[in-house]
């Protein structure tokens, strides 16, 4: 069983916005750190960002790149984990995983979803 | 933001044969941090090793990390077929950004 299942990607012009979820199972979702980390076509993989448990805080943080654009979010109660992409350019596109993390190395990855950016 | 670098960008072996495969930093990192995944063709990322040496749940013993410092390798003994894939190593947990290297792809002849 997939611990984490994406979705929310698509295919958007530039300048628009995009909110993609992940439903999380199998493992105590409110303890586990979450992260977003996508992989342009053909490329590597780039983390950017995530979002600590209410246990301290729900901090964030963000690739220097995608802040002030990108918001990461989660909902407890729903197990699910948010990534709203806004101010979406070309280089935006990839497959965007959501992966739950330890506080040294990411344990979970979900299968992932496109984002085309493109007009 | 402490940068990668993973070395070779491909590498070409033979079944049964040794893999070494290099990830060097840019300035000194605790090897708590190093983690190192796999990614075969059309698949999800998979984590092979964490704190640089201790391997993941169901990861084989023929996959084993070392290093310190600035240096760390993945090592992969008696390479199998299945064992194609680009391996990339990654800093997490430190100071944002949790950077990856830029992948190693170990092809099986």
């Known amino acids: 069983e997939v611990p984490l299942v994406e979705s929310g990607g698509g295919l958007v012009k530039p300048g628009g916005s995009l909110r993609l979820s992940c439903v999380a199972s199998g493992f105590t979702f409110t303890n586990a750190w979450m992260n977003w980390v996508r992989q342009a076509p053909g490329k590597g993989l780039e983390w950017i960002a995530r979002?600590?448990?209410?246990?301290?805080?729900?901090?964030?943080d963000y690739a220097a790149h995608v802040k002030g654009r990108f918001t990461i979010s989660r909902d407890d109660s729903q197990n699910t984990l948010y990534l709203q992409l806004n101010s979406l350019k070309t280089e935006d596109t990839a497959v965007y995983y959501c992966?739950?993390?330890?506080?040294?190395?990411?344990?979970?990855w979900g299968q992932g979803t496109l984002v085309t950016v493109s007009s | 933001e402490i940068v990668l670098t993973q070395s070779p960008g491909t590498l070409s072996l033979s079944p049964g044969e040794r893999a070494t495969l290099s990830c060097r930093a840019s300035?000194?990192?605790?090897?708590?941090?190093l983690a190192w995944y796999q990614q075969k063709p059309g698949q999800t990322p998979r984590l092979l090793l964490y704190?640089?040496?201790s391997r993941a749940t169901g990861i084989p013993d023929r996959f084993s990390g070392s290093g310190s410092g600035t240096d760390f390798t993945l090592t992969i003994s008696r390479l199998e077929p299945e064992d194609s894939a680009v391996y990339y190593c990654q800093l997490f947990g430190t100071t944002p950004p949790y950077t990856f290297g830029q992948g190693t792809k170990l092809e099986i002849k």
């Open positions: 300035q000194s990192v605790s090897g708590s941090y």
């Open positions: 979002i600590k448990n209410k246990a301290v805080g729900e901090t964030t």
């Open positions: 704190g640089s040496s």
């Open positions: 992966s739950a993390s330890s506080d040294t190395y990411l344990k979970y």
